[in-house]
């Protein structure tokens, strides 16, 4: 039987029917608004990956309030979502990632994109190297959002050398990449929950998506 709380969306997303885990690395502008998202839309189990903290400053585009101040983000964000459900499994890492998370989709939302190309770049090694793990372990799809002023980049990769070819060499080449507002970051987060759905239940969903959210342009939209 549905979660109570999910009754009215059972048709579109019914969490009942799945055990499905997602892991989000980086859980600031974006990546604390797309987890909330996830829980609410009653993903069963979450990892987080975030070192940092709650500082004053992440409180206008950020998920958190006053309350979380001084605490690391992914320990505070947990509390958070296992208070929107409390069946929800919730792994939390106040460290950067180091290895693949035991997931079925990875969400990236970290602030850089060398960040993201080292991040790439070890589920590369994992993935032929092995490591810990097999070769074929990574199954896990890797969705990417990248947020400058009112710009939102999605994209929606299967394998790690796939998201290293959407990266660009150079930092700039990405438009306004330090500017944030916080309502630009919500609709990424909500933007990714929906890509997180799409794939879980077979739907068609976007391999890359350009939107700018002040002139409701999409600027490229790839299906799959």
Request: proline fraction near 4%; aromatic fraction near 6%.
């Amino acid at each position: 039987m549905v979660t109570p709380i999910y009754e009215r969306q059972a048709a579109i997303y019914d969490p009942s029917l799945r055990a499905d885990r997602v892991g989000v690395i980086g859980v600031g502008n974006v990546g604390s608004h797309a987890a909330v998202n996830l829980a609410r839309l009653g993903i069963r189990s979450l990892e987080l990956f975030d070192p940092d903290t709650v500082e004053e400053h992440n409180l206008s585009s950020q998920y958190y309030d006053r309350t979380h101040l001084g605490r690391h983000k992914a320990l505070a964000l947990g509390d958070a979502l296992m208070r929107i459900n409390p069946e929800l499994i919730v792994y939390a890492h106040a460290e950067l990632l180091t290895k693949c998370p035991e997931a079925d989709i990875i969400v990236c939302a970290v602030d850089s994109l060398w960040a993201r190309r080292d991040i790439a770049g070890m589920l590369e090694r994992e993935h032929f190297a092995g490591g810990n793990r097999s070769n074929d372990a990574l199954q896990a799809r890797i969705i990417d959002c990248r947020v400058g002023g009112h710009q939102i980049e999605i994209y929606n990769c299967a394998t790690p050398i796939e998201w290293l070819a959407t990266i660009p060499e150079r930092a700039t080449d990405d438009p306004c990449g330090a500017q944030f507002i916080g309502y630009v970051s919500a609709v990424a987060g909500a933007l990714i929950a929906c890509q997180v759905r799409k794939i879980l239940t077979g739907c068609s969903f976007d391999r890359s998506l350009v939107l700018n959210l002040e002139t409701l342009q999409v600027l490229k939209n790839v299906t799959w």
